[in-house]
Nanobody, 119 residues
Framework: QVQLVESGGGLVQAGGSLRLSCAASGSIFSFNTMGWYRQAPGKEREAVAGITSGDITNYADSVKGRFTISRDTAKNTVSLQMNSLKPEDTAVYYC?????????????WGQGTQVTVSS
């Protein structure tokens, strides 16, 4: 079983910054793509950013140039640095990890952390 522990959400004014972190644990698993999704009230969950085991990154158009995703493979952590935050970035942010073990693929989600950006 893989456990994901998120941290770093909170309340910030527009233009401010926050950093989200997610630590994955689970023996014998290989952690492949790690990323962040978000869900605003009344909206569907959407992908924000992802990073592969080879450090290839991908971002939603709405956050390009403002958010930066990074991972520490040795510690099995993924972080999301969010700068120039806008009120429309307000959402619950979820860590997502795609892992594999013995040839089987798994998809895990964190519990979510609230990010609120005030105008």
């Amino acid at each position: 079983q893989v456990q994901l522990v998120e941290s770093g959400g909170g309340l910030v004014q527009a233009g401010g910054s926050l950093r989200l972190s997610c630590a994955a644990s689970g023996s014998i698993f290989s952690f492949n793509t790690m990323g962040w999704y978000r869900q605003a009230p009344g909206k569907e969950r959407e992908a924000v950013a992802g990073i592969t085991s080879g450090d290839i990154t991908n971002y939603a158009d709405s956050v390009k140039g403002r958010f930066t995703i990074s991972r520490d493979t040795a510690k099995n952590t993924v972080s999301l640095q969010m700068n120039s935050l806008k009120p429309e970035d307000t959402a619950v942010y979820y860590c997502n990890v795609r892992a594999s073990r013995f040839g089987f693929q798994y998809n895990y989600w964190g519990q979510g952390t609230q990010v609120t950006v005030s105008s």
